[in-house]
């Protein structure tokens, strides 16, 4: 397949908001790609419509890219494995000569790419495509063209965490490839998540049998056991092993021979209580284990002594969890009445921790939020919201970038939306530390505004939202301010356009939202920063 016709889908997807649109387009490029019978492309091709290379981040940043000058090729001639075969050479040189090499080899791939192919092509090695095909979108247009359930798709995906690998199982045998993909001890699984939840009495209501367990303020964790065999990721899948020593020692002492636990690590002080979250993040980077010592908290056991759990009830799954896990399984209460889940709730915040997790005791494993099964409750509104710009501080902020743009995920695999700005919480570490990892990352410095590259997530505290038509979205966050960042969520695990917009006083639908902007570019008549609690400082 020409990947000019990659390029022609992705600037489709992207001029969208569509979401319906975005999959039939996708679908559509994805069953050409299989007609093709080209082995290997359609693996390429999901890859280079999701914004990163098969081969992950093979190391070509924005210097390098900005260093390519080539004139553009007249006619598209390039194929997807031509493009697909260089950026595998780019990645597996190294040594002496090897920038040499890899300059040369960028410099061959550029010279035979059109003009809008050799802009897609920097977009992509710089992590700048933004056309819209989410992973969302994707697995609903892997699903449409190889004419699957969606569902088949997604949990294809969950258990190998890898949307290539999956799309091409789907398209090439169906429902019996998606089938051959089964939990691997020592292959992370990507992880269920929870809704968030207004009130206690809001998670409980219409529920049949539920847990009601401690939410902890740390990092999540998947530890895998295979014999001696540990090894133990993050929520996005990253490897930490090496990292957690402490970890890794107390796992291969578990009562059994494997197992696939998920849960949460934090560092804890001399009474017992967490921690600041930032303090639990610094040490997956610590040399020395000795540095800060984690614990460990295990909610969900997926696989014990050969036999895999996630089809069965959580109620299974925590006999089992208390098996292998003992004394290092999370607080709770199973088959807890209202009463007893306030007390859950009253003890989880006299520890110091953020609020519950009211969990269906009936519900298997799935991968995401998945409705009601896990619905998650904290006294304090908060999202995770990605930083698509800053503003230079003054006065006592001078020289420092200060009030952020916070933009909310858009559902339909658009670029975030812009919901509202604050300055509000910053302490002077955390803005000196904002002011570098944002000029680290910015995409245009001017005078006062500072956009960047839309990846780094930020935890917000807020008091609601707000109809506002002067915001993209047609919503604005109200009188937010600034808790913590999130180095351990990635932009794709913010939360959307529609969590904010829920937060609406009942469920007002705004008015006059425009579609989505460019997140480099404000909202049109955007409002000042004293409009929505946020003025720049």
């Known amino acids: 397949m020409l990947f000019s016709r990659v390029v022609e889908v992705s600037a489709e997807v992207g001029s969208t908001r569509s979401r319906l649109a975005k999959v039939s387009a996708l679908a559509g490029l994805l069953r050409g790609v299989e007609d093709t019978g080209a082995t290997g492309d ?36 390039l194929r997807v494995s031509d493009v697909d075969g260089a950026l595998g050479e780019f990645a597996a040189e190294s040594g002496r000569g090897s920038a040499a090499r890899r300059a040369a080899l960028l410099a061959t791939l550029f010279a035979g790419a059109t003009a809008d192919e050799q802009d897609f092509l920097k ?47 789907a398209l090439r045998d169906g429902v019996d490839g998606l ?26 209501a ?32 990253r490897e930490i092993t090496r990292t957690v020593p ?6 291969r002492g578990l009562p059994c021979r494997s197992v696939v636990l998920d849960g949460e690590t934090l560092a804890l002080r001399d009474d017992g209580k967490p921690r600041p979250f930032q303090e639990t993040m610094s040490r997956f980077g610590a040399q020395d284990e000795r540095e800060l010592l984690l614990s460990p908290f295990f909610f969900d056991c997926l696989h014990l002594d050969g036999d895999d759990l996630l089809d069965r009830p959580l109620r299974e799954r925590l006999a089992a969890l208390r098996s292998a896990a003992g004394r290092h399984v ?56 990605v930083v698509l710009g800053v503003e230079w501080g003054s006065g006592r902020r001078e020289g420092l970038l200060s009030n952020l743009h916070l933009g909310a995920r858009d559902p339909d695999g658009g670029p975030p939306v812009m919901v509202g700005k604050t300055f509000k919480g910053l302490t002077d570490e955390l803005l ?106």
């Open 42 to 77: 359609t693996e390429a091709v999901v890859s280079f419509l999701v914004g990163v290379p098969r081969q992950g981040r093979i190391g070509a940043g924005f210097r390098t890219a900005r260093q390519l000058a080539a004139p553009p090729a007249d006619e598209a001639s």
């Open 123 to 169: 977009r992509l090695l710089t992590g700048e495509l933004r056309q819209g095909a989410l992973e969302g979108v994707m697995l609903d247009a892997v699903a449409r063209a190889a004419g699957v359930p969606g569902e088949a798709v997604r949990r294809a995906f969950m258990l190998s965490g890898e949307l290539p690998a999956t799309a091409a199982a």
């Open 179 to 204: 089938a051959r993909f089964r939990l691997e001890v020592g292959r992370p699984v990507r992880p269920m998540l929870a809704s968030p939840a207004e009130s206690l009495e809001d998670a409980l």
């Open 206 to 237: 219409g529920s049949g049998p539920v847990v009601v367990e401690h939410k902890l303020d740390g990092a999540r964790i998947q530890v895998h056991r295979d014999g001696d065999e540990v090894r133990v990721f993050t929520r996005t899948l």
């Open 246 to 251: 402490e970890l890794v020692e107390l796992a």
């Open 330 to 385: 999370v607080p709770g209460v199973a088959d807890a009445s209202a009463e007893a889940a306030a007390g859950v709730l009253r003890d989880a915040l006299a520890g110091g921790h953020e609020g519950v997790v009211v969990k269906d005791l009936d519900a298997p494993y799935a991968a995401g939020r998945r409705g009601g099964a896990w619905r998650k409750v904290k006294p304090v509104h908060t999202l995770d919201l």
């Open 432 to 537: 000196a530390w904002q002011t570098r990892a944002l000029l680290a990352i910015a995409e245009e410095r001017g005078e006062w505004v500072v956009r960047v590259r839309p990846e780094l997530v930020v935890e917000i505290e807020l008091d609601g939202a707000q109809v506002s038509p002067r915001y993209p979205g047609g919503v604005a966050l109200r009188f937010a301010r600034v808790v913590r960042y999130r180095p351990d969520k990635t932009a794709a695990e913010a939360d959307t356009l529609d969590a904010v917009r829920a937060m609406l006083p009942e469920r007002a639908a705004p008015e006059g939202g425009g579609a989505p902007l460019d997140p480099r570019e404000p909202a049109t008549g955007a409002p000042r920063a004293q409009d929505t609690a946020g003025d720049h400082g």
